[in-house]
């Protein structure tokens, strides 16, 4: 119905940048919130940001100063800038999208695949 893709992932040097990128495609009527998580292996999902179909954003506290969430609504495209990369943002990406597949239909929360980014030397 929904598919999200994410990618741009990958490995890189602490101090390096990335930038993910997440296309929404299928039968879609009009996409609301997009999101971008993370996981990692001994932590709890987080919510790194937050963008509204308008354009306002919220970011996690501790990522705030180096990642920047922006959206390309004629593109069904999420993008999330990472910056000055550190060991502790090692983790696999998701991007969420609510989206609503008919007028008048329900909202539904759809979720990609995720992709992998490593922070390493």
């Known amino acids: 119905q929904v598919q999200l893709v994410e990618s741009g992932g990958g490995l890189v040097q602490p101090g390096g940048s990335l930038r993910l990128s997440c296309v929404a495609s299928?039968?879609?009527?009009?996409?609301?919130?997009m999101a971008w998580y993370r996981h990692s292996p001994g932590k709890q999902r987080e919510l790194v940001a937050g963008i509204t179909r308008a354009g306002s954003t919220n970011v996690a506290d501790s990522v705030k100063a180096r990642f920047t969430i922006s959206r390309d609504n004629a593109k069904n495209t999420v993008y999330l800038q990472m910056n000055n990369l550190e060991s502790e943002d090692t983790a696999v990406y998701y991007c969420?999208?609510?989206?609503?597949?008919?007028?008048?239909?329900?909202?539904?929360?759809?979720w990609g695949q995720g992709t992998q980014v490593t922070v390493s030397s």
């Open positions: 299928g039968s879609i009527f009009r996409i609301y919130d």
């Open positions: 969420n999208a609510d989206v609503k597949t008919k007028p008048g239909g329900d909202e539904y929360h759809y």
